[in-house]
Structures are given as structure tokens and as C-alpha cells.
């Protein structure tokens, strides 16, 4: 396959980057920092013209993984009193627009058999009293994916919803709301990146060629 990885210089997007790249895929990585894709755009993904310009150099794809998001600690722990509109159209921004400039500046790339898989997260589907913003932006790009799966149609646009994973996400919680993470998943442990990126992989390859529109929960069970 041919694939575009968003938040390639990321803890899961590189996870997948070097999964796709054993399997013998070619990987484009897009994010601000470099990655370990076989090529790499320095994009923001709030900059359209530099998505296009990258869409026009490496013609068509198969795949597209939406894996960049918003990492500000800064809207975590904040209560409803605490919180205004700035911090919600923080993440809002990078999740929901950044998500649908990709789209935008791929969608001519893809063909009938591809696939865009996003990054969404369990807040998402069960809510999150410390990470308001954040579950609404993910809540957002659900209903997105599955507007895209419809309006893009043959081309399938699924998303993950991952639980705690552990990259630089979970590095800048405190061990005790870990200890909680790992207490609330039934298999009592973060995930790996490589887990979440196996999944995502599954979804991008022909191996789900009949799954669209769907939310596939990666959370060890988290959220059951
Ligand atoms: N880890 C978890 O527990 C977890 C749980 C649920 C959902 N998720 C979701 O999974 C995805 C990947 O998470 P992760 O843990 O791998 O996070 P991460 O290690 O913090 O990586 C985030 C990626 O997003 C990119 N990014 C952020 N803002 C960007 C922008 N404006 N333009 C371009 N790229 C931007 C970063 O690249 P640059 O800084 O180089 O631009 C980085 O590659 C995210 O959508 C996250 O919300 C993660």
C-alpha cells in the first residue's frame, strides 16, 4: 500500500510509520517535526496550501491515517468554570479542521478501494469529566468520519477509539491517574503504540474492505 500518516513524528503515528514499513509499504509522514517515513512533509495540518502541495508530489494513495492531534496539557484538569472558548476551539482546530484540511487536500489522491481512518478516543463515545474539550473535539471528528464514510463513498472512512496509550500523552499524568488508567481497563494495562497501530492498520488494509463508517474502541476494554 501507499500511505499518508498524519502526526507521523508522533508516539502512535510512528508506530504505525515503522509497521507499515516492515510490511513493505511505502509511508508519506506529515507533521511539523520530522519522522521516520520513507518521504516526509513538514506540514501543519491548519496549512491547506502545504497539504496540497504535498497531495500534488506523490500522486495516488491508499490510505489515509489521521493520527495528529491536539497534545496541549493545558486543557486537561479544568472544570466547566475554568474552561472558555479558547480552550475549546484550541482542540476543535487541530482534531476537527486539521482533520477535514487533510481530507481536503487528499481526497483527489485516493481511489475507490482506499481508506481514511481517524483518530478519535474513548472520551469521545463515554464522555471525560477532566478532558471536556478534548472529548468534544473527538466527539466532533466521529460524526465527521462517519459524514466523510457517506459523502466519500466507495472510499471507506472508519476511526479508532483509542484508551490510554502509552506515548508522551500519558507521560505528563501523574502515576496515580495512571494507576487509575490501568485499574479501569480490564486487561489492567496501557496499550502500545504498536497495539493501537495494528488496528489502524487492519482498517486502512484491504483485510476490511466491507467496514465503513464504523468506530473500532481500542481500550483494553476501558470502557465497557
Ligand atoms: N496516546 C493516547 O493515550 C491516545 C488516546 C486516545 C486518542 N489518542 C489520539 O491518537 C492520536 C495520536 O496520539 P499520540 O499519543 O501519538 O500523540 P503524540 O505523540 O502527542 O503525537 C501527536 C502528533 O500530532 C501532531 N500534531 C499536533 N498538532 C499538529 C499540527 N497543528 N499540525 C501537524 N501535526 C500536528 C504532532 O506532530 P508535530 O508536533 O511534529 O507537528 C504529533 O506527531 C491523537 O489524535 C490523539 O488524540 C491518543
Redesign the pocket.
Known amino acids: 500500500m501507499r500511505i499518508v500518516v498524519?502526526?507521523?513524528?508522533?508516539?502512535?503515528?510512528n508506530a504505525l510509520v515503522e509497521l507499515a514499513k516492515s510490511r513493505g509499504d511505502f509511508v508519506v509522514g506529515?507533521?511539523?517535526?520530522p519522522s521516520k517515513a520513507d518521504l516526509h512533509y513538514a506540514?501543519?495540518?491548519?496549512d491547506l496550501e502545504c497539504l496540497k502541495k504535498a497531495a500534488e508530489n506523490i500522486g495516488a494513495v491508499d490510505g489515509l491515517a489521521l493520527?495528529?492531534?491536539?497534545?496541549d496539557p493545558a486543557i486537561w484538569n479544568k472544570g466547566v468554570e475554568e474552561l472558555d472558548a479558547r480552550d475549546l476551539l484550541a482542540a476543535f482546530e487541530?482534531?476537527v479542521v486539521?482533520s477535514f484540511n487533510v481530507v481536503k487536500a487528499f481526497m483527489g489522491n485516493l481511489g475507490s478501494g482506499s481508506s481514511i481512518v481517524f483518530?478519535?478516543?474513548t472520551p469521545a463515545l463515554v464522555g471525560d469529566r477532566y478532558g471536556i474539550p478534548y472529548a468534544a473535539a473527538?466527539g466532533a471528528l466521529v460524526a465527521l468520519a462517519r459524514s466523510l464514510a457517506k459523502a466519500l463513498s466507495p472510499v471507506r472512512v472508519n476511526a479508532v477509539a483509542?484508551?490510554?496509550?502509552a506515548?508522551?500523552?500519558?507521560s505528563w499524568i501523574s502515576e496515580e491517574e495512571l494507576a487509575g488508567f490501568r485499574e479501569r481497563t480490564l486487561l489492567r494495562r496501557l496499550g502500545d503504540?504498536r497495539e493501537a497501530a495494528e488496528a489502524i492498520y487492519w482498517l486502512l488494509s484491504p483485510a476490511s474492505s466491507y467496514v465503513t463508517g464504523q468506530v473500532l474502541v481500542v481500550d483494553g476494554g476501558e470502557s465497557l
Open positions: 498524519t502526526g507521523a513524528s508522533g508516539g502512535i503515528g506529515i507533521s511539523r517535526r506540514c501543519d495540518v491548519l493520527l495528529h492531534g491536539h497534545g487541530v482534531d486539521g483518530a478519535a478516543s473527538k483509542l484508551g490510554p496509550i506515548t508522551r500523552w500519558t503504540p
